[in-house]
């Protein structure tokens, strides 16, 4: 992993979300890279602080101890795990708010574009293995076919250059995907697969109703075709791309 994939994927690797051979290859670059290592020192010192003042007692804002007291009222089974979580959840809530209260507040999600877009990134950076390998469409397209509530349809490139090398489960934000890998003289497409309702509503189209992204040096081509979501990323510029593919 260089520098640039490191960053890009620090708060997961902090929160475990990193598989063994990820993080074996996280903690290799670690041990060698000094800015990296400062950058994981400052973000652990961060939660520590984070986690030791919600340790302490806070008084909690009366508005806010009426309104979970509401909540819990409205819930039929005293003693079930909801209303266990909003207890615990009274103080914490409180202690967080202090802690980071104003970034929180001004935060908001990004369109399902955007998101889509940003996800796509992140999956092609990572270049993780492939769960099947196959050249065929007809292959790629028959491991999915149980795995994803969605009909998988590969796009069709029009060049011999294009070639198939396989493909692996993913996700996008929290949509299931089905997540395919070209190689295009040498350099790879990363095709996202998924059910177009995770596009949004409905926008004024651009270029024949691809939607582009230009995220961290990658375009990413949003559309929905034959009732199928579609993200392509990659390093390619979005002419190179579009005379390879078939919309």
Known sequence: MDCREVQGFLHAYLDGEFDEAERVAVATHLRTCEECGRRVKF??????????????????????????????????RPESWAIRGLRWLIPAAAAATIVVGAAISQRREPPPKEALAEYSVQWHRRNLPLDVLASSPDAVRGFFTDKVPFAVRPPVFKRKQVRLVGGRLANLREHDAAYLTYRVNGRRVSVFIFDPSALGSAQAPREHGIHWHRLRGYNVALFSSRGTGYAVATDMEPEQLGRLVSW
């Open 43 to 76: 973000e652990e010192a961060f939660r520590q602080k984070v986690r030791g003042s919600l340790q302490h007692e806070t008084r909690t804002p009366p508005q806010l101890r009426a309104r979970v007291r509401e909540a819990l009222a409205e819930v039929e």
